[in-house]
């Protein structure tokens, strides 16, 4: 699997993914529910998760995240709700990050703190520049307001 903590040395990656631990999930499963607290970063390490956001009582699917992908980061950070389902869509398997586990792991790795954070900040970087491409991209067919258009 690629570097997922671009900022973290190799070592402290596989430390913090290790200390961790790994949970497994099968196919449909709800691993992180929309509205729900949690106080964890899972790392997919084998298959495919679903993004999906309730929409008119049906889900409507946003993402789909494989190995070596992250989810719930959010939470992590702030602490609110999660803003989506995630739905295993096969069986998956994910490493799991929990805030307590930060604690023990900064006694032995004193320096991981703010690289990981960098890493984390970098991560959601990435997603917020791929999200404003996509709603760039379908906002192309919508004439931009002019003046004009007030005069007709």
């Known amino acids: 699997m690629e570097r997922i903590f671009q900022y973290l040395t190799e070592k402290e990656e596989l ?6 631990g790994t ?4 196919p449909e499963s709800v691993i992180v529910r929309e509205g729900d607290r949690h106080s964890a970063i899972y790392v997919v390490r084998h298959g495919e998760v679903r993004v999906e956001k309730g929409s ?10 494989g190995p070596g992908e992250i989810f719930g980061e959010m ?3 702030d602490g609110s709700p999660a803003s989506a ?7 998956v398997e994910c490493y799991v990050i929990d805030h307590m586990l930060m ?7 004193p320096s991981i703190y703010g ?23 379908d906002d192309s067919d919508i004439p931009s307001w002019t003046p004009e258009m007030d005069r007709r």
């Open 85 to 91: 389902n995630i739905v295993a869509d096969d069986f």
């Open 23 to 26: 949970s497994r999930f099968s």
């Open 115 to 137: 690289r990981f954070y960098q890493s984390l900040a970098a991560i959601l970087a990435v997603r917020l520049r791929e999200t404003s491409a996509l709603v760039n991209a």
């Open 103 to 109: 604690k023990p792991l900064l006694k032995s790795y």
């Open 56 to 65: 008119m009582g049906f889900p409507l699917e946003l993402a789909r995240l």
């Open 75 to 77: 939470s992590f950070i």
């Open 15 to 20: 430390a913090l993914l290790q200390k961790g």
